[in-house]
């Protein structure tokens, strides 16, 4: 490590990163072209650059950690988020303690901007060193020919039609609005939301019925998984559903709901033939309080109730104790610091497991009864968002 330099990289050093990470990713997963993986981050004219911390030996990237800063919007709250992606190490520099460099680099400077939360995909064991946990989750649902045969016999899939975005990009700025009005959603702009929609290699199309808009889908290219569904009437579902099978052949489609999509999961948990619950991302939560005050807020908003209580949550760090004060009272949820007594004291790991994991290592029956109710927090984030 003596011999290396440690620094930040710019839009200037283009060529060496996309470089190094078409190196180390196809070396360690076979064919990888960042450039068409990521349009948004790795196009020659990216609409969202990332923060670039590497480890450079002789002026060559040896090591690289990405971070890509994004606002999520939560009931039109901003939750300030930091994906973590790219993170890579050439394979003849291994075992020099660069990454863990990096890393360190990187929410360094998430910290000095503020973040919240940061997130990213990878080996749980691998960035559990670095304090992140599985968390966020998402339903998916297996809807099958036979599913669609019998359960939506009635339904009608007349005049509906599934068009690329750039066969229809009079529709564009009404996918973006439609998707812009989640409650959870990371705000793309208007100008860039078809080539964020092609993120790792997702093929976008537009719904429509009689040639007006109803909707979009941000599918996988051979049609078997549709990653984003956004409809203007939720209604529609079934009639959209049968129309995809009838438009594309497929023998079965995997559909990926967020959790505050709330209306259309009874449709799918009638009619599909399985159904599983997953963690999105791993998580590391920077600013605690900010981070359980929307997504508690927005707990509520989903479920229309929530019981009534409140749950000092501590969470330890080396030098100390904080407490976390999560309060629901009638139509109201927030969580702040405060001094109070805690009821439970868990590690920034432990705490991160247990508000946002779906199924948390944490000791349970050590938590409020009422309080199960309020968690996990309904954290998600779509994939044409990660990065």
């Known amino acids: ?164 975005f750039d066969e229809a990009t009079e529709h564009l700025s009404a996918a973006c609005a439609l998707h812009n009005s989640a409650p959870c959603t990371v705000a793309r702009p208007e100008e860039h939301f078809a080539v964020i929609a092609c993120s790792y290699y997702l093929a976008p199309l537009m719904i429509l019925k009689d040639d007006a808009f109803i909707g979009y889908a941000l599918t996988s290219q051979n049609r078997d998984h549709i990653q984003e569904l956004r409809l203007a009437d939720d209604s529609l579902a079934s009639n959209i559903v049968k129309a995809y099978f009838a438009a594309f052949g497929v023998s079965e489609v995997q559909i990926r709901l967020a959790p505050h999509q709330k209306s259309l999961m009874p449709l799918f948990n009638r009619i599909c033939e399985n159904m599983t619950v997953q963690p999105d991302n791993m998580y590391r939560i920077l600013n605690f309080d900010r981070v359980a005050d929307a997504f508690l807020r927005l707990k509520l908003s989903i479920e229309g109730t929530l019981p009534d209580g409140v749950f000092n949550l501590g969470i330890r760090t080396d030098s100390s104790v904080r407490n976390l004060c999560l309060r629901v009272e009638g139509n109201a949820a927030s969580a702040r610091f405060t001094n109070d007594e805690s009821d439970i004291v868990l590690s920034e790991s432990e705490a991160c497991d247990l508000l946002l994991s779906p199924m948390p290592y944490a000791d349970m029956s050590r938590v409020p009864f009422f309080a199960r109710a309020w968690l996990p927090l309904p954290v998600s984030i779509e994939i044409a968002d990660g990065f």
């Open 1 to 164: 490590m003596q011999d290396a330099i440690f620094e930040k990289a710019y839009f200037e050093h283009y060529d060496d990163i996309i470089e190094h990470a078409n190196f180390v990713f196809s070396h360690a997963h076979g064919s990888c072209e960042f450039k068409t993986m990521l349009p948004k981050s790795y196009s020659e004219n990216p609409v969202m650059w990332p923060e670039h911390f590497v480890a450079r030996e002789k002026d060559r990237i040896r090591a690289l950690v990405g971070l890509l800063p994004m606002d999520l919007c939560v009931l039109n709250d901003p939750v300030k988020l930091g994906f973590i992606g790219t993170v890579s190490v050439n394979p003849y520099a291994r075992g020099r303690g660069y990454m863990k460099k990096c890393m360190a680099m990187a929410e360094e400077h998430a910290r000095a901007e503020g973040m919240d939360l940061l997130a990213l995909g990878g080996q749980r064991q691998r960035y559990g060193y670095f304090g992140f946990e599985k968390g966020g989750f998402y339903a998916s649902y297996t809807v099958n020919k036979s599913n669609c045969r019998h359960a939506l016999s009635d339904a009608d899939p007349s005049g509906i039609r599934f068009v690329p």
